[in-house]
């Protein structure tokens, strides 16, 4: 019988193209139906600034720099609201609830991810170890959660397997441009990708395999800049890609280069694999350096936590890494008639994760209170604790004094809630509480909104409400006042 696709038969490729149509299909399902899930949870985390980037490029894409608010922030290249705006143009006329809408591409690149995973791992090794990395890796708590979010992670991950298979498969300038793909999406997520090609290549004693897909990168942050020069601002977009190297030991954000609680947030976002992934390079260091590219790749993960700035959606490309070194293992255990208990370890006790407060945290009442103050002269008073001086920071990373781009990063979804319909933007004054020791007063206008609780300040002040005010809406984490006639 003939030989294809790399030595397979045409009954082992039929079956490979099954199962990763399978896999496809079973984790969109899967990931669909978290996204209606959360059709009710306001968008949170970055999920509102992004949205409205999407809709605001939508409606003009002529900008080709995408906007919010009207302003060009212009703090990540453009090709994430580029690829989720053209989905958006398209399922904006189902008759879904907008957060389902402008989250269900992310749907769509996660389970292609699961797919990829697996021919990944099969190209790599073989079918089973491929079938048991696509299993890990679909069900991890962290990419079920992040395929269920218009965040730039489902997307970028797709981008990183893809530029793995492609590079495996022999196709290195397909590989290539996926790379200046990612890095137009988020560059440093560029790593895990060169570190697998470079160490793979370095094995193969064919280093000079990774200078195009490195050259991909500059390549791509050119044309990037190209584009911010004649439709945004250049000096502000490649501040804006330096800073993301700068600002975990910048004094100006309050935190240095090591955070011990951010390593433990981020090692336990991972476990157990992180736990496993150590023990296995202390036990068994023979396997771990038998599959060095895979090893090198994972490993990052968990000295990323230990950054000032770390977030820990950081992870989500090196899990390629994390899946497939653990997918191989169970393979070869499994030889060994021992694989029952390591899948069991690896697969179920993964859920344990799955209610983490990472994954859910949101104030409640965020999407009323923007609704209430649309049209209106609004005093927003802010009590909440990001950074003691994220102000000057946006300032600098942004390049803008809108204080409604701030104001994102305490009240997750609101710039979207806010101003998704409505361009009043001008409307909207900002009182920042953080830091201050006082009763405070504030003036009389045609609206005032509270937000009466934010989990990590303590509060230093009170405010004493006019009897202008008149209290006409409560809950949750805001209170809305209007002004007495």
């Given at each position: 019988?003939?030989?294809?696709?790399?030595?397979?038969?045409?009954?082992?490729?039929?079956?490979?193209?099954?199962?990763?149509?399978?896999?496809?299909i079973?984790?969109?399902?899967?990931?669909?139906?978290?996204v209606?899930?959360?059709?009710?949870?306001?968008?949170?985390?970055?999920?509102?600034?992004?949205?409205?980037?999407?809709?605001?490029?939508?409606?003009?894409?002529a900008?080709?720099?995408?906007?919010?608010?009207?302003?060009h922030?212009?703090?990540?290249?453009?090709?994430?609201?580029?690829?989720?705006?053209?989905?958006?143009?398209?399922?904006?006329?189902?008759?879904l609830?907008?957060?389902?809408?402008?989250?269900?591409?992310?749907?769509?690149?996660?389970?292609?991810?699961?797919?990829?995973?697996?021919?990944?791992?099969?190209?790599?090794?073989?079918?089973?170890?491929?079938?048991?990395?696509?299993?890990?890796?679909?069900?991890?708590?962290?990419?079920?959660?992040?395929?269920?979010?218009?965040?730039?992670?489902?997307?970028?991950?797709?981008?990183?397997?893809?530029?793995?298979?492609?590079?495996?498969?022999?196709?290195?300038?397909?590989?290539?441009?996926?790379?200046?793909?990612?890095?137009?999406?988020?560059?440093?997520?560029?790593?895990?990708?060169?570190?697998?090609?470079?160490?793979?290549?370095?094995?193969?004693?064919?280093?000079?395999?990774?200078?195009?897909?490195?050259?991909a990168?500059?390549?791509a942050?050119?044309?990037?800049?190209?584009?911010?020069?004649?439709?945004?601002?250049?000096?502000?977009?490649?501040?804006?890609?330096?800073?993301d190297?700068?600002?975990?030991?910048?004094?100006?954000t309050?935190?240095?280069?090591?955070?011990?609680?951010?390593?433990?947030?981020?090692?336990?976002?991972?476990?157990?694999?992180?736990?496993?992934?150590?023990i296995?390079?202390?036990?068994?260091?023979?396997?771990?350096?038998?599959?060095?590219?895979?090893?090198?790749?994972?490993?990052?993960?968990?000295l990323?936590?230990?950054?000032?700035?770390?977030?820990?959606?950081?992870?989500?490309?090196?899990?390629?890494?994390?899946?497939?070194?653990?997918?191989?293992?169970?393979?070869?255990?499994?030889?060994?008639?021992?694989?029952?208990?390591?899948?069991?370890?690896?697969?179920?006790?993964?859920?344990?994760?799955?209610?983490?407060?990472?994954?859910g945290?949101y104030?409640?009442?965020?999407?009323?209170?923007?609704?209430?103050?649309?049209?209106?002269?609004?005093?927003?008073?802010?009590?909440?604790?990001?950074?003691?001086?994220?102000?000057?920071?946006?300032?600098?990373y942004?390049g803008?004094?809108?204080?409604?781009?701030?104001?994102?990063?305490?009240?997750?979804?609101?710039?979207?809630?806010?101003?998704?319909?409505?361009?009043?933007?001008?409307?909207?004054?900002?009182?920042?509480?953080?830091?201050?020791?006082?009763?405070?007063?504030?003036?009389?206008?045609?609206?005032?909104?509270?937000?009466?609780?934010?989990?990590?300040?303590?509060?230093?002040?009170?405010?004493?409400?006019?009897?202008?005010?008149?209290?006409?809406?409560?809950?949750?984490?805001?209170?809305?006042?209007?002004?007495?006639?």
């Open positions: 019988m003939g030989r294809i696709d790399g030595g397979k038969n045409k009954e082992e490729a039929m079956r490979s193209l099954k199962t990763a149509l399978a896999l496809f079973i984790s969109f399902l899967i990931y669909s139906i978290g209606l899930y959360y059709e009710k949870a306001p968008f949170l985390f970055d999920e509102g600034s992004y949205a409205l980037m999407i809709k605001e490029f939508s409606a003009n894409p900008m080709v720099i995408p906007s919010v608010t009207g302003e922030p212009e703090w990540k290249p453009p090709l994430f609201t580029w690829v989720y705006s053209a989905f958006y143009f398209f399922l904006k006329f189902l008759p609830q907008i957060e389902t809408v402008i989250r269900l591409p992310s749907a769509f690149f996660g389970a292609a991810s699961v797919s990829l995973v697996f021919i990944f791992g099969e190209k790599l090794y073989n079918y089973k170890a491929g079938l048991f990395s696509a299993a890990i890796y679909g069900l991890f708590p962290l990419v079920v959660f992040l395929s269920s979010l218009v965040m730039m992670e489902a997307f970028s991950s797709f981008l990183v397997v893809a530029a793995l298979c492609s590079f495996l498969y022999g196709r290195k300038g397909l590989a290539a441009v996926l790379v200046g793909l990612l890095a137009l999406t988020k560059w440093l997520y560029v790593a895990p990708v060169l570190i697998f090609i470079a160490v793979y290549s370095w094995q193969r004693k064919k280093p000079e395999d990774v200078l195009l897909p490195l050259a990168v500059p390549i942050l050119a044309f990037y800049l190209v584009l911010a020069y004649f439709f945004g601002d250049a000096n502000h977009a490649a501040g804006a890609l330096f800073f190297l700068l600002r975990g030991i910048t004094e100006k309050g935190q240095g280069l090591i955070s011990p609680a951010n390593f433990n947030e981020g090692f336990g976002i991972l476990m157990p694999l992180s736990a496993l992934f150590l296995a390079l202390v036990t068994n260091w023979k396997y771990a350096k038998e599959n060095l590219p895979i090893t090198l790749m994972a490993a990052p993960a968990l990323l936590p230990a950054a000032g700035q770390f977030i820990f959606w950081y992870v989500s490309p090196f899990l390629v890494g994390f899946t497939v070194f653990f997918g191989r293992m169970i393979e070869q255990v499994g030889e060994k008639q021992g694989s029952t208990i390591l899948i069991i370890l690896l697969l179920v006790t993964n859920f344990y994760l799955a209610d983490y407060h990472f994954y945290a104030d409640t009442g965020v999407r009323e209170a923007a609704e209430l103050m649309k049209g209106k002269e609004t005093l927003f008073v802010e009590p909440g604790l990001f950074f003691s001086n994220w102000k000057p920071i946006t300032r600098e942004l803008t004094d809108a204080e409604r781009l701030v104001l994102e990063q305490w009240n997750p979804g609101f710039t979207f809630y806010r101003f998704g319909d409505s361009w009043d933007y001008e409307n909207l004054k900002i009182e920042f509480m953080n830091g201050t020791n006082k009763t405070y007063s504030p003036p009389c206008v045609e609206q005032m909104v509270v937000h009466t609780r934010d989990r990590a300040t303590e509060y230093n002040y009170s405010i004493k409400i006019p009897d202008c005010y008149t209290l006409i809406w409560k809950e949750g984490d805001y209170a809305v006042y209007g002004k007495m006639e």
